[in-house]
């Protein structure tokens, strides 16, 4: 099933939700250090604008970031590192966090190079691919619940029992610190995506995925910096797990209850980020809700482009939600296209960008949507 919202209004983001000067400072200097090296592609994707009647499409291709299949070391190591700058994080220290996946990995990518010791809350729902790549960083893997919620309070439970150092990218109260500097450093990502194209040049549309908002509120205010008129922000989540959607009609951190039948394991969500929600949703034109079949479908064609000369995304299937976002809503709920493009802001001249969030961290389940083995790169 697909859904689609547009709020009617969007509240204007308190001063607090932006990003400082000292901040955006000290995320440059971060990214000037990792080099050119850490920065992702930005693929054309002329098939892909066919196949949506766009002028343009671009995919930022976050399949492999750091050393890790997905976007999450942009948010974790800036975190880490700001802290062991601040005194936060000694040597020997443990940090923990709950995760579907990528962003448990990347903690235990950024303890490792800390000195530090890692521990990561997963849920039983957690593929078995992605706990071992987690525990192939070195970290303690420790499976508790059936959900990701779950796994984010036993976690924060244990943590401030033990004294140990949380570093999760979803917030709650008296916990926003953290999961800020993690938002600031993803939003490097769209700074990226602007000087890899020449002067001047703005994507009328970028979709997002949603997961607790972590993502979308550095992307939307990683646009806002980037642009004085910013592109429309759309968020794309699995529909079985539409948190930021239920929160965009209520206007508040909204929770909701599933069963989370997706298999879009880093979107699997049931609560946002409050601090994340706050931020981006001033900045959201539109929230589109997805099946695992709209997933698959896009996960095939950014892996088979439609020409020899078009460079292949192998994607996640959480990784392929933003382009099947796109797709969906342009189909519209009801099969209207028109109005679901319009709702989206897109016509035959719109150019736009998806953010593929993941690479292939479940190789069972990608070669069941593919029908065939993955076998890397």
């Given at each position: 099933?697909?859904?689609?919202?547009?709020?009617?209004?969007?509240?204007?983001?308190?001063?607090?939700?932006?990003?400082?000067?000292?901040?955006?400072?000290?995320?440059?200097?971060?990214?000037?250090?990792?080099?050119?090296?850490?920065?992702?592609?930005?693929?054309?994707?002329?098939?892909?604008?066919?196949?949506?009647?766009?002028?343009?499409?671009?995919?930022?291709?976050?399949?492999?970031?750091?050393?890790?299949?997905?976007?999450?070391?942009?948010?974790?190591?800036?975190?880490?590192?700001?802290?062991?700058?601040?005194?936060?994080?000694?040597?020997g220290?443990?940090?923990?966090?709950?995760?579907?996946?990528?962003?448990?990995?990347?903690?235990?990518?950024?303890?490792?190079?800390?000195?530090?010791?890692?521990?990561?809350?997963?849920?039983?729902?957690?593929?078995?691919?992605?706990?071992?790549?987690?525990?192939?960083?070195?970290?303690?893997?420790?499976?508790?619940?059936?959900?990701?919620?779950e796994?984010?309070?036993h976690?924060?439970?244990?943590?401030?029992?033990?004294?140990?150092?949380?570093?999760?990218?979803?917030?709650?109260?008296?916990?926003?610190?953290?999961?800020r500097?993690?938002?600031?450093?993803?939003?490097?990502?769209?700074?990226?995506?602007?000087?890899?194209?020449?002067?001047?040049?703005?994507?009328?549309?970028?979709?997002?995925?949603?997961?607790?908002?972590?993502?979308?509120?550095?992307?939307?205010?990683?646009?806002?910096?980037?642009?004085?008129?910013?592109?429309?922000?759309?968020?794309?989540?699995?529909?079985?797990?539409?948190?930021?959607?239920?929160?965009?009609?209520?206007?508040?951190?909204?929770?909701?209850?599933?069963?989370?039948?997706?298999?879009?394991?880093?979107l699997?969500?049931?609560?946002?980020?409050?601090?994340?929600?706050?931020?981006a949703?001033?900045?959201?034109?539109a929230?589109?809700?997805?099946?695992?079949?709209?997933?698959?479908?896009?996960?095939?064609?950014?892996?088979?482009?439609?020409?020899?000369?078009?460079?292949?995304?192998?994607?996640?299937?959480?990784?392929?939600?933003?382009?099947?976002?796109?797709?969906?809503?342009?189909?519209?709920?009801?099969?209207?296209?028109?109005?679901?493009?319009?709702?989206?802001?897109?016509?035959?001249?719109?150019?736009?960008?998806?953010?593929?969030?993941?690479?292939?961290?479940?190789?069972?389940?990608?070669?069941?949507?593919?029908?065939?083995?993955?076998?890397?790169?």
């Amino acid at each position: 099933m697909t859904r689609l919202y547009v709020p009617a209004e969007r509240p204007q983001p308190h001063a607090s939700l932006l990003f400082s000067s000292d901040e955006r400072d000290a995320r440059h200097r971060y990214a000037q250090a990792l080099g050119a090296g850490a920065i992702t592609p930005l693929v054309d994707r002329p098939d892909l604008a066919r196949a949506l009647s766009l002028a343009r499409l671009w995919v930022k291709d976050e399949t492999h970031r750091l050393g890790l299949p997905a976007f999450k070391p942009l948010g974790a190591r800036f975190a880490v590192e700001t802290l062991r700058e601040r005194g936060r994080i000694a040597p020997g220290a443990t940090l923990v966090c709950a995760s579907e996946g990528n962003h448990g990995r990347a903690v235990a990518q950024a303890a490792r190079s800390a000195g530090c010791q890692a521990r990561i809350y997963l849920s039983h729902a957690v593929a078995a691919p992605r706990a071992e790549a987690i525990a192939s960083e070195g970290a303690t893997v420790v499976r508790v619940g059936a959900t990701y919620d779950e796994a984010v309070r036993h976690a924060a439970e244990d943590a401030a029992r033990e004294g140990w150092t949380i570093i999760s990218d979803t917030s709650w109260d008296g916990y926003e610190e953290v999961p800020r500097l993690i938002m600031l450093g993803y939003s490097q990502m769209v700074h990226e995506m602007r000087a890899q194209q020449p002067d001047g040049w703005r994507p009328d549309v970028i979709a997002v995925p949603g997961g607790v908002g972590g993502l979308l509120a550095g992307g939307a205010r990683g646009a806002a910096e980037a642009w004085p008129s910013p592109p429309h922000i759309v968020c794309v989540e699995p529909d079985s797990a539409a948190c930021l959607l239920a929160s965009a009609r209520t206007g508040r951190p909204t929770p909701v209850d599933g069963p989370f039948t997706t298999e879009m394991g880093g979107l699997r969500c049931g609560e946002v980020s409050p601090l994340g929600f706050a931020m981006a949703h001033p900045h959201v034109s539109a929230y589109v809700t997805v099946d695992d079949d709209w997933g698959a479908c896009a996960l095939r064609m950014l892996a088979r482009p439609s020409e020899a000369t078009v460079t292949p995304v192998r994607a996640g299937l959480s990784g392929a939600a933003a382009l099947a976002g796109l797709m969906a809503g342009c189909a519209d709920a009801h099969g209207q296209a028109d109005a679901g493009r319009h709702a989206l802001s897109l016509s035959a001249g719109s150019t736009a960008v998806v953010i593929a969030s993941e690479g292939v961290t479940d190789p069972p389940l990608w070669a069941r949507l593919m029908g065939e083995d993955y076998t890397g790169r």
